[in-house]
Structure formats: C-alpha cells, structure tokens
T-cell receptor, first 115, second 114 residues
Framework: AAGVIQSPRHLIKEKRETATLKCYPI?????VYWYQQGPGQDPQFLIS???????DKGSIPDRFSAQQFSDYHSELNMSSLELGDSALYFC??????????????FGPGTRLTVL | AQTVTQSQPEMSVQEAETVTLSCTYD???????LFWYKQPPSRQMILVIR??????QNATENRFSVNFQKAAKSFSLKISDSQLGDAAMYFC???????????FGGGTRLMVKP
C-alpha cells in the first residue's frame, strides 16, 4: 500500500538560509499534519491542513509557513534557519471520514541539520 | 491544554518476558483517543495500538494490550512475550475533540535483552 512520502529525506542548511520540505499524502487523503521532533524529544505538532485550508495551528514559529496544494501535497517553508531548527520533521496524512476517527499515517520524516 | 506524561525514560525486559510502560495524561475532555506509537532506530513512527475513551474495554493487538483507567487518567501498555524487534522508543499520545492533533509524551526507551 502507498505510504506518505517526504522529500528530501535529509537536508543540510546553513544558519539564516531557507528550506522547503515536501509531503505527499497517501492517495485520497485530504488532511496533512506537520510535526517537529528535536533531538531526544517527543514530536511537537506544528500545523495541519484540511482540503487546502489551515485547520489547526500548534507551536509553529513565525519564520515557518506551510500550505497544502490542489493535489493535496503540502510544503513546509522555513526561513532564517536557526541551529535550534535542527530536527526530524514528520508529515502525516489522514482521510476525514464522518463519525470515524481520522487515523494519522506518518511519513518517514525529513532530517534537517542546520550548521 | 492537554499534557501527556511518561514517567519511565528507560525500561528493560528480558526476551520472552512481559513489560508494562506507563502513561498518564491530563484533560478536561470526556471524549478523546489515546495511542501508543513505536519509534525504532529508523525513526519511523508506527502506530501500535489505539484506545477510544468511550470504550470501557481495553484494546488489544496481538502481544500488545493496554490498561485504560479513565478516572485515573492512566493508559499503560503491556507487551507480552517481548521480542528483540520490540526494542524502540515508545510514545504515548493523546488526541482530543478540539482538533485532530496529537500530543505526545516524552517517550520511554525499551531495551530487550536476549
């Protein structure tokens, strides 16, 4: 079965540079979530989109922005990168089904290293 | 805001034995979902088991079962017949009705000794 695809899998950037992470949800899934997992930490929810509209917002810095496109893929744009942005960034997707729990399926993550 | 607490940073179990990982949470909601996720060295997040708060019956998935105590806000994971492949970081997670976003605990690293 098709899974969530994230690209790139690894990314190295310098401080103050920008980075764009991409997420391709499972086919027919309409919701995308972004999580950030710092070294030795638990994943923290950043933001989510449903049908191309932002649905929930968590602890996402103002330097970050994200969007979901018409084909449901999502991009997380990160500007003015800081050392503390080094983390594993997970994307998850789900399909909203009325009266059912919308289980999130996680991608393999993008490891961002800021030097 | 909801919080999830895992009080055991590390646990160790002998192969074929049983181990229980603890999780407590704090919420004012009455309907919610609780999860255990496994994160092996590959860092992939794998759903192990899910519990709906409105269900009194504890969820089970093969060798994995939970002890859900709603009044105590406790949600422990029992792994029976532990296998070497069970070695991983385990995260307890909460999802309430306010939004479909997961709140994770700090994780418990499980080591399995042969």
């Amino acid at each position: 079965a098709a899974g969530v695809i994230q690209s790139p899998r690894h990314l190295i950037k310098e401080k103050r540079e920008t980075a764009t992470l991409k997420c391709y949800p499972i086919p027919r899934h309409d919701t995308v979530y972004w999580y950030q997992q710092g070294p030795g930490q638990d994943p923290q929810f950043l933001i989510s989109f449903y049908e191309k509209m932002q649905s929930d917002k968590g602890s996402i810095p103002d330097r970050f922005s994200a969007q979901q496109f018409s084909d449901y893929h999502s991009e997380l744009n990160m500007s003015s990168l800081e050392l503390g942005d080094s983390a594993l960034y997970f994307c998850a997707s789900s399909l909203v089904k009325r009266d059912f729990y919308n289980e999130q399926f996680f991608g393999p993550g993008t490891r961002l290293t800021v030097l | 805001a909801q919080t999830v607490t895992q009080s055991q940073p590390e646990m160790s179990v002998q192969e074929a034995e049983t181990v229980t990982l603890s999780c407590t949470y704090d919420t004012s909601e009455s309907d919610y979902y609780l999860f255990w996720y496994k994160q092996p060295p590959s860092r992939q997040m794998i759903l192990v088991i899910r519990q709906e708060a409105y269900k009194q019956q504890n969820a089970t998935e093969n060798r994995f079962s939970v002890n859900f105590q709603k009044a105590a806000k406790s949600f422990s994971l029992k792994i029976s017949d532990s296998q070497l492949g069970d070695a991983a970081m385990y995260f307890c997670a909460y999802d309430g009705n306010a939004g479909n976003m997961l709140t994770f605990g700090g994780g418990t690293r499980l080591m399995v000794k042969p």
